[in-house]
């Protein structure tokens, strides 16, 4: 059931876990929002503009194609962006929250 030795209620209760909480919450719903639109840019590309999808780049790949391709990048990019910015932000300030709620005394608890 988890760690007794961690004051769960205490990091709850902290303002900048509360903090930390809403930039972590916000930077996701950007990442997800940046996600859904630009996947569905192809469908809808490809259903507003299907001459734009369908020009030949080189051979039997088109513009199309690409776009769907960079879907892959895109997702990978997300990924690393949000990699980023948890190791600069995120844990480190989990961690110094977690490093300073252990070290409070708790009552009822021996070390």
């Given at each position: 059931?988890?760690?007794?030795?961690?004051?769960?209620?205490?990091?709850?209760?902290?303002?900048?876990?509360?903090?930390?909480?809403?930039?972590?919450?916000?930077?996701?719903?950007?990442?997800?929002?940046?996600?859904?639109?630009?996947?569905?840019?192809?469908?809808?590309?490809?259903?507003?503009?299907?001459?734009?999808?369908?020009?030949?780049?080189?051979?039997?790949?088109?513009?199309?194609?690409?776009?769907?391709?960079?879907?892959?990048?895109?997702?990978?990019?997300?990924?690393?962006?949000?990699?980023?910015?948890?190791?600069?932000?995120?844990?480190?300030?989990?961690?110094?929250?977690?490093?300073?709620?252990?070290?409070?005394?708790?009552?009822g608890i021996r070390a």
């Amino acid at each position: 059931m988890g760690n007794p030795a961690i004051d769960w209620a205490a990091i709850n209760a902290d303002p900048r876990f509360r903090e930390l909480h809403r930039r972590k919450a916000g930077f996701l719903g950007f990442l997800m929002i940046a996600s859904i639109v630009y996947y569905f840019m192809l469908p809808v590309g490809a259903a507003w503009f299907p001459a734009l999808f369908r020009t030949k780049v080189f051979g039997a790949v088109n513009v199309g194609l690409l776009f769907a391709l960079s879907e892959f990048l895109f997702a990978w990019g997300i990924a690393a962006l949000y990699t980023h910015r948890a190791n600069r932000d995120f844990d480190r300030l989990a961690e110094e929250l977690a490093r300073e709620v252990a070290a409070r005394p708790r009552p009822g608890i021996r070390a």
